[in-house]
């Protein structure tokens, strides 16, 4: 059975349009089930109805005609029950619904079976016959099986073939990235290794795209010819023959000639040579002959090759379009780089989620992103006309004027309320009872030390030192690490500038030091990485105490994913190396503070013995609530269960502050939260002395802290630490701080056409 699935499985992934995936679908299962008819009903939530889409054994006129209300007959059932319904007489069913059209009236027998995603209910496959029997126990766990495996294909497939056809507003959910709208034309930034997601795009110039594809062909031939010189003392003569059969099938007798007709149809290259390798990958893979199949793999590598080269010679400097939305697969940090600031309008990741570090690059930088999209159209968006919602987590493609006139209101509503909040930028972060925070920065780009400065920061409570890790091909030396360092620590003084030390592992790779786990967010990161590797550890160290000299600035230094004492030891008596060795090179420098994230429930629960060791405390919220939760931060799949507010999350923030202030050592929350004026409230409430947050929400906050007293804070804290549920604890916080009039400083949530 598992052969038969991959075998549907592989086919429909490969498929163009959803047409192509359902026929697909249809064909499978009718060949591997004794049915007289397979038919699928695609649940059509635009029009809230029922679409008859693809058939075996039922009228093939009626397929796109037939449409069914959500509740009707016993498609409707199915979808109403969520579960699979299996009748042996079906007309004789109280729903049983007779559509005349379609010509079922012979069938006794009825299997459906919904497809789900997200408990959405997406469409309904169904299996008949003429003969009144139940589908017995392994038909049914066939369909159940394709049918939880098709669902994510199917969305996709779905949202594709309506946009080709109607090209009209289409909207999709993920997580909110960072904060606020933009409108502009779509830029796919294709992934790198998947010929699948290459967009199309038309040639003006088709005879200079069929020269660069045949130079690109030309080119992997060459390639292909060493790697089996390469062999030829390892492999036997029918091996070295399979080289042979690739560089025939480059030929343009073959895939090549394919490709080429496509681009003097005006396709380019790469969108030519994705739709040639796809036609030829679908046609092996649906073959039943092992061997057959697994020469689709084959093509595939082939046409991964050709599209390198092409990439090598067509990759030039790109022309961005004004508020250009870069859209891809997977955002990486260099890919937000590419696009000249200027330029760049909002950012959408396919993957990801509102607390993957992209998300908070993203939101550093101000720009405004959507993660987690995974339904989005990649292939067709190139210049499409898209809206990003950073509040809501939407994007909309295609927007109606009306939708356009809603956001650009918005966006003109924020422009005011950030000019309105300029004018905060010297006034201190003060309730009105004359309580004061500290307010520092998350830092990480160079770019962040203008806006930060621009907005008034009092310094910065989070430096990411493995951005600029990130950002080179090799590890940087101590002197570039001290030119660095002391650059940023300059800009600041004499307010104090927390610097992390290297903070590697779970989603932040070096592409220099890559790191292959299974589970890397409970792996390899953070000082683990830095206490096994001393060396790296110690030289940066010595850069950041090093950079202090001579200079008025305020050093802390921090150790991200700490989970027990014994690591808090360690990194002590290696920074008490370091500082030791620099007093005895003469360098005249002052210890600097440390101090520990509290980033892992291990810290919480050992909050106490951990700060009674350092200067101080800082909670990392983003990484706490994903392992109090066991909910990865960059899954969009579970980023509905990642709740800052979760009562769990809430107890143990409020535990920190009282464990730290028990030593009478101060402590700092660094995570997102910090930065949403809503739950800076809370967390001012339960003791925090600083938040240190990206610089585009620093006056926000700082408004709303200005706006409330510290009794009035307080009880609303009292009140939800006495409530057990995160989304009502949500609720009544906004509704408690909008009923104190700070309805306008809060984040926007549920505007827009957010359902
Ligand atoms: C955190 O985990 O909250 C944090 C501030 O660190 P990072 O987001 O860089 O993991
Ligand atoms: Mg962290």
């Known amino acids: 059975m598992l052969d038969v699935l991959k075998r549907i499985i592989q086919s429909v992934n490969s498929a163009r349009n959803l047409s192509a995936a359902l026929e697909i679908i249809v064909e499978g299962v009718i060949s591997e089930i004794s049915a007289d008819v397979c038919s699928v009903y695609v649940f059509d939530d635009t029009r809230n109805e029922f679409v008859f889409m693809a058939t075996r054994g039922l009228n093939p006129e009626s397929v796109g005609q037939v449409r069914l209300a959500p509740n009707e007959g016993l498609v409707g059932y199915v979808r109403e029950r969520a579960e699979p319904i299996n009748l042996d007489n079906a007309p004789a069913h109280p729903r049983y619904h007779f559509i005349p059209e379609i010509g079922e009236e012979a069938f006794k027998s009825f299997l459906g079976v919904p497809i789900i995603q997200n408990r959405r209910v997406l469409g309904v496959l169904v299996v008949q016959q003429i003969e009144a029997r139940r589908f017995d126990e392994s038909e049914e766990a066939l369909l159940i099986t394709l049918s939880a495996q098709l669902a994510g294909v199917m969305v996709h497939a779905h949202v594709t073939s309506v946009l080709e056809v109607e090209a009209s507003a289409q909207q999709f959910s993920g997580t909110a990235g960072a904060p606020g709208i933009a409108i502009g034309t779509a830029v796919v930034r294709e992934s790198l290794s998947l010929l699948d997601t290459v967009p199309d795009r038309h040639v003006k110039n088709v005879e200079g795209e069929v020269a660069e594809f045949r130079r690109a062909v030309q080119a992997a031939q060459i ?135 992209v998300a908070i690059l993203t939101e550093a930088m101000g720009v405004p992103s959507v993660m987690g999209t995974e339904n989005l159209p990649l292939e067709v968006l190139e210049g499409k006309a898209v809206v990003v919602d950073g509040f809501n987590g939407i994007v909309i493609t295609d927007p109606t004027e009306d939708q356009r006139r809603v956001y650009e209101r918005i966006q003109k509503e924020e422009e005011q309320l950030a000019e309105g909040l300029s004018e905060l930028k010297s006034e201190p972060p003060e309730t009105l009872d004359g309580h004061l925070i500290r307010l520092s920065v998350n830092t990480g780009l160079t770019t962040d030390v203008t806006t930060s400065l621009d907005r008034g920061a009092e310094g910065v409570g989070l430096y990411r030192t493995e951005f600029q890790f990130m950002m080179k091909d090799r590890f940087p030396t101590e002197e570039e690490q001290y030119g660095i360092y002391r650059e940023h620590l300059s800009a600041f003084a004499p307010n104090p500038v927390t610097m992390r030390t290297l903070d590697i592992g779970g989603d932040k790779s070096l592409t220099y030091f890559p790191i292959e786990e299974t589970n890397p967010f409970l792996g390899w990161r953070g000082i683990r990485v830095s206490l096994d590797h001393p060396e790296l550890f110690l030289s940066q160290v010595r850069a950041m105490i090093r950079a202090c000299e001579n200079t008025d600035a305020c050093l802390r230094i921090m150790l991200p994913m700490v989970s027990s004492v014994a690591e808090v030891d360690e990194a002590q008596r290696l920074i008490s190396q370091c500082y030791q060795e620099l007093i005895e090179e003469g360098i005249e420098v002052e210890m600097p503070d440390i101090g520990v994230m509290i980033e892992v429930p291990a810290a919480v629960y050992q909050a106490r013995a951990i700060v009674s060791r350092v200067d101080f405390l800082s909670v990392g919220s983003n990484d706490l609530t994903q392992y109090m939760l066991a909910v990865d931060r960059n899954n969009a799949q579970v980023a509905p269960l990642y709740q800052e507010y979760h009562p769990a999350v809430l107890h143990a923030l409020k535990q920190v502050v009282d464990a730290a202030h028990a030593e009478g050592k101060p402590v700092s929350l660094c995570g997102e939260m910090a930065g949403n004026p809503a739950s800076a409230v809370l967390l001012m409430a339960m003791g925090y002395d600083e938040l240190s947050m990206n610089s585009p929400n620093l006056l926000q906050v700082k408004a709303a802290i200005r706006q409330i007293a510290i009794p009035q804070a307080m009880e609303i804290l009292d009140e939800v630490l006495r409530m057990d549920n995160a989304y009502l604890i949500r609720n009544h916080v906004d509704e408690r701080l909008r009923d104190l009039g700070l309805a306008r400083v809060l984040r926007r949530q549920g505007d827009g056409f957010a359902g």
Request: net charge negative.
């Open 223 to 357: 390639e292909i010819r060493t790697l089996a010189d390469q062999l030829r003392d390892h492999l036997g003569p029918e091996e070295q023959g399979l080289f042979d059969v690739y560089l025939h099938m480059l030929d343009e007798q073959a895939l090549a000639g394919e490709v080429i007709a496509l681009i003097r149809e005006g396709q380019w290259a790469q969108g030519a040579l994705r739709t040639v390798i796809g036609n030829h990958v679908a046609t092996f893979a649906a073959m039943s002959d092992r061997i057959i199949r697994e020469r689709a793999d084959d093509v595939k590598a082939l046409g991964q090759r050709v599209l390198a080269q092409l990439r090598n010679e067509t990759g030039g400097e790109r022309e961005y379009p004004e508020n250009a939305v870069l859209v891809a697969d997977e955002i990486t940090p260099d890919m937000l780089g590419e696009v000249p600031r200027h330029l760049l309008a909002g950012i959408v990741s396919l993957r990801g989620s509102s607390n993957s570090h």
